[in-house]
């Protein structure tokens, strides 16, 4: 941990910006607030917004007397007032609109569905990019070790080109080995991939990856996201964190190569603990880099020779291919007036905004929900299309 990492720079200060599509500006800068304070994870953070309400001022606000109203033991609250009062909330919303991060809290309709349904799922999480109704719904991890041999690179790039294929989001670590490799392969093929950090949006690690990070925002296909605020390193702690995340956002995990002692069988136990699917593929029994897997398969996990194995077990393989034939009509004027402007080129959300007439915060909200049910597709840099 000892390396140097690099700073993230704005991406776009040209692009209209909104950090949150269902907080204002002041309950969100509570809500990035909270999530600075260490003893106060989803747990008690929810147990803060019951009693107050779901006023967050107020429970960031609160006395000490109040505190333990709400059940907080002796010890979290002195520790949660201590740190209150060396975090200013509009200075940490300003620190955000800065780098042009959005918040996503549980709240907000972009907040990864599969994510929520998680225990422990973080109440709020930082990207760069921008997350489309695919990353939400077909995500899948793809983990593995960070001294992979040339076997794990070829099951890496194979497994990742075919799930791009199938509209499958690579959801990964931005490690070195397996993950450079799944991240590259899925923006190589035309593909979309999720970088979960452990650690804030300000640093990129390892510092080796910087340049991966910015093409996968760049690109228009793909998103950096962690859990951690700015200005937290990535200490050896955040690095489970970041694992239940990233097998919290998809429907299962492929382990594609690893030893015995390997965080990607961290992850892996992540998945079996949030009732994910495992996947690994086998190795050579004399292999040391593949005693990992190995274990997997024997211990329970799915044991995948080609990528058809994964689609068939989800029930999945026909799905982004048929999503058409369901697609809803649209349920009010504003989603009608944006549907009409809207064609298979991409369009600028400033321009919607000033041939609808609409409110800027009408039609994001709009787009958003358009977005998720499938409708249109946003294709990077605030420009969405139509889906069909």
């Not at 015995?260 to 495992?278: C, D, F, H, Y």
């Amino acid at each position: 941990m000892g390396k140097k990492q690099r700073r993230v720079e704005v991406y776009d200060p040209l692009a209209r910006y909104y950090p949150s599509d269902a907080l204002s500006l002041e309950e969100l800068a509570y809500w990035i607030a909270f999530s600075r304070v260490m003893g106060i994870g989803p747990v008690r953070f929810q147990m803060l917004l019951d009693y107050f309400e779901e006023d967050v001022a107020r429970a960031w606000q609160a006395t000490a007397h109040e505190l333990a109203c709400v059940g907080l033991d002796q010890r979290t609250i002195e520790s949660f007032l201590k740190q209150r009062a060396c975090i200013d909330p509009p200075h940490e919303l300003k620190r955000i609109e800065k780098l042009r991060i959005q918040v996503i809290t549980w709240k907000d309709a972009l907040y990864p569905p599969l994510l929520r349904k998680i225990e422990y799922s973080p109440p709020v999480l930082y990207a760069c990019g921008q997350l489309t109704s695919d990353d939400l719904h077909y995500s899948i991890g793809v983990v593995g070790t960070r001294k992979m041999s040339h076997y794990g690179r070829q099951v890496t790039e194979h497994f990742t080109k075919e799930l791009v294929k199938g509209r499958i989001t690579i959801v990964s670590g931005l490690a070195l080995g397996v993950d450079t490799v799944a991240h590259n392969t899925a923006l190589d093929n035309g593909g979309r991939t999720i970088a979960v950090l452990a650690c804030g949006l300000d640093t990129i690690y390892p510092p080796e990856n910087y340049h991966l990070a910015r093409q996968i925002v760049d690109s228009g296909q793909g998103v950096l996201l962690t859990a951690f605020p700015l200005g937290i390193k990535p200490e050896a702690g955040n690095f489970p964190a970041r694992n239940h995340i990233i097998s919290g956002l998809s429907l299962g995990v492929l382990v594609t190569e690893a030893p015995p002692k390997s965080g990607a069988l961290i992850t892996a136990n992540s998945a079996l603990t949030q009732g994910r699917e495992v996947y690994a593929v086998p190795s050579n029994i004399f292999s040391a880099n593949g005693a990992g897997v190995n274990k997997l398969i024997r211990d329970g996990a799915h044991p995948v020779t080609d990528v058809s194995d994964i689609l068939d077990h989800l029930n999945i393989h026909t799905v982004p291919q048929d999503e058409t034939l369901t697609l809803r009509q649209p349920a009010n004027q504003e989603e009608r007036v944006l549907l009409a402007l809207l064609t298979r080129e991409p369009q600028h959300i400033d321009d919607l905004i000033r041939a609808s007439g609409f409110a800027a915060h009408t039609v994001t909200a709009t787009l958003t929900i358009l977005e998720l049910d499938g409708l249109i597709k946003h294709v990077g840099n605030m420009q969405y299309m139509l889906s069909i």
